[in-house]
Nanobody, 117 residues
Framework: QVQLVESGGGLVQTGGSLGLTCTASRTFFGANTMGWYRQAPGKQRELVAS???????TYADSAKGRFTISRDNAKNTVYLQMNGLKPEDTAVYYCNVHLTFAQVDYWGQGTQVTVSS
C-alpha cells in the first residue's frame, strides 16, 4: 500500500506564500507524474501543477507565474511553492502520483490552504 504524506498547508493573507510537501512511502519505477490538485467547497477537484519523473512541469493557467512545482526523485518527494496567494486559491490541496503505464493513481489525504482577504 502506498502512502502519500502531505504537509505545509495553513492560513495566509492575500499575497503571502506557502510551501507544500508530499512524500511517498516508496519509490516508483517507470514513467510517472507527481502533482497537486485542489478542491474548493462546491467545486470539482482540479489540477494545479504536475511534474514528470523526467522533470517536465505542467501548470494550470491559474497557477502559472505564481506557483512552482519541483520534485526530488531520490526522496520520493514533490514540492509546491505558492507565491502571491489569492483568496480564490483557498481549497484542500491533494498530492497525486500517477503511474503512466499502469494507469494507477495514488492520493494523499489532503491539506487545507486558506487565504484570507
Amino acid at each position: 500500500q502506498v502512502q502519500l504524506v502531505e504537509s505545509g498547508g495553513g492560513l495566509v493573507q492575500t499575497g503571502g506564500s506557502l510551501g507544500l510537501t508530499c512524500t511517498a512511502s516508496r519509490t516508483f519505477f517507470g514513467a510517472n507524474t507527481m502533482g497537486w490538485y485542489r478542491q474548493a467547497p462546491g467545486k470539482q477537484r482540479e489540477l494545479v501543477a504536475s511534474i514528470t519523473n523526467g522533470g517536465t512541469a505542467t501548470y494550470a493557467d491559474s497557477a502559472k507565474g505564481r506557483f512552482t512545482i519541483s520534485r526530488d526523485n531520490a526522496k520520493n518527494t514533490v514540492y509546491l511553492q505558492m507565491n502571491g496567494l489569492k483568496p480564490e486559491d483557498t481549497a484542500v490541496y491533494y498530492c497525486n502520483v500517477h503511474l503512466t503505464f499502469a494507469q494507477v493513481d495514488y492520493w494523499g489525504q489532503g491539506t487545507q490552504v486558506t487565504v484570507s482577504s
